[in-house]
């Protein structure tokens, strides 16, 4: 590789700021850089030729995120480093460190780790940015721990405080002080959820147009809904908008009638159905 690969700035960025933190993580140990995708690719390479320049045993294959196209004699026995260019919503990671886990124990691979330039989610062993100014939530009650933990618990709400100190590298203690600090924050709340795929088959979003009184009256009427899902006042020609789920179009018309279209101090209303939500994927309706 021509080293003004190296000279690129891009490639000085992620060097500049992990390598030396990856050169201690593989030490004296043989390890391999797996560039993932395609712009994990680019950084791939630029952090392989930084520490062959260091005389670090390091070899280097690509793969895609399910673990596809990998040239498995190359990680076997060694240490190895996930390398992309971002994490966004943290699916692709958890498929990607899901197949690694799989090939861990067959290749014999002595530790995994996972490097990024930009990481939004704090699943990243190294990162050279952490959260985006635009990042949608507030971040100053929460760090990059705190992210993992609420990442475990949101697939697996039953996790204990042992398994998930084994999977973030923190003692059971500091995890239970952690999730206990989050709950009393309100930052974290752990509940039962249904699955809605296995109740319903149909959704639709209703747009209705109304005076305020009447809203503030709809409004606490859909709360207690176990159909609803979504509720959120809006502005333009329609103030509220709710999103049901249903098991069949006949609930669905049911329940605009009965509470909806029965209302005389409704103008209008706006109606599209659709197929049930892909987002949220569970929900916690109000049961009686």
Request: aromatic share 8%.
């Amino acid at each position: 590789m021509n080293n003004n690969f190296l000279d690129l700035k891009p490639i000085q960025k992620f060097t500049g700021s992990l390598g030396n933190r990856i050169k201690n993580y593989f030490g004296k140990d043989a390890g391999c850089i797996i560039g993932l995708g395609d712009d994990g690719v680019f950084y791939a390479i630029g952090i392989y030729e930084w520490l062959k320049n260091k005389n670090v045993k390091i070899d280097i294959t690509f793969m895609d995120d399910n673990g596809l196209g990998i040239e498995e004699e190359k990680v076997i026995g060694k240490k190895v480093l996930i390398v992309d260019n971002d994490i966004i919503t943290g699916k692709s990671y958890k498929r990607v460190m899901e197949s690694m886990r799989l090939k861990k124990e067959k290749l014999n691979i002595k530790d995994i780790k996972f490097a990024v330039l930009c990481d939004r989610t704090g699943l990243a062993d190294f990162a050279v940015e952490g959260y985006l100014a635009f990042a949608p939530w507030s971040l100053k009650k929460i760090d990059g721990i705190d992210s993992k933990i609420i990442n475990i618990l949101s697939d697996d709400g039953r996790a204990s405080f042992v398994d998930i100190a084994k999977k973030i590298g923190l003692s059971s203690a500091g995890v239970k002080k952690r999730v206990e600090r989050l709950e009393n924050e309100n930052v974290l709340k752990i509940k039962g959820f249904l699955n809605i795929e296995e109740f319903y088959s149909v959704s639709a979003t209703i747009e209705i147009e109304t005076d305020s009184k009447t809203i503030s009256q709809l409004i606490e009427l859909f709360e207690k809904s176990p159909l609803v899902y979504h509720l959120i006042k809006t502005s333009g020609r329609y103030n509220l908008m709710v999103s049901i789920v249903a098991p069949n179009l006949d609930n669905i018309e049911n329940f605009i009638s009965q509470n909806i279209r029965s209302n005389p101090k409704i103008k209008n209303i706006e109606v599209t159905i659709g197929e049930i939500p892909i987002i949220p994927k569970v929900w916690n309706p109000p049961i009686s």
